[in-house]
């Protein structure tokens, strides 16, 4: 075990969102949530260095959408059932911890009639990672070593 701890290196952090509706009239729709994630991945917060953002979506799937985007620091799947749950799916530096609150407020403030449903986090990287990197550099040993 002590090996498989140390040989781990968090390179990323995923964040997996599930939304939904909270009206019974649905008020989503493909340009309201296009303009959500296009606003909030513009958003300073969330990319300071402003680097080159790709954007693509893919319509011809089912009654939503699907919008893959991809930029320095990061890339993001976000799925639209055409009705009222959204799933997003952001993958992060490991280093940028607070980067999925961020994003999330930012669409919670865009999308004023959905709410969280679920919040999913987990470390990414190579060597069998389960630890965070903040935690990592905060234990240099575990304490059952």
């Known amino acids: 075990p002590l090996e498989q701890w140390s040989s781990q290196k968090p390179l ?14 649905s008020r989503l729709s493909s340009v309201n949530i296009k303009n959500a994630l296009t606003s909030v991945l513009s958003s300073p917060q969330i990319d300071p260095t402003d680097s080159v953002l790709q954007v693509e979506e893919f319509s011809d799937v089912g009654d939503g959408f699907v919008v893959v985007a991809f930029w ?12 009222k749950h959204i799933d997003i799916n952001l993958s992060t530096d490991a280093e940028n ?16 009639t959905v709410s969280v ?14 630890s965070y990197l903040k935690d990592m550099k905060i234990i240099t040993s575990p304490i059952w070593a």
């Open 97 to 112: 911890d607070d980067l999925a609150d961020k994003f999330k407020d930012g669409i919670l403030q865009q999308l004023t």
């Open 72 to 83: 320095s620091t990061g890339r993001i799947i976000l799925v639209w059932d055409g009705r």
């Open 117 to 130: 449903r679920l919040r999913d986090t987990q470390p990414r990287g190579i060597g069998r990672v389960v």
């Open 12 to 25: 990323e952090q995923q964040t997996i969102f599930q939304l939904e509706e909270n009206v019974a009239t």
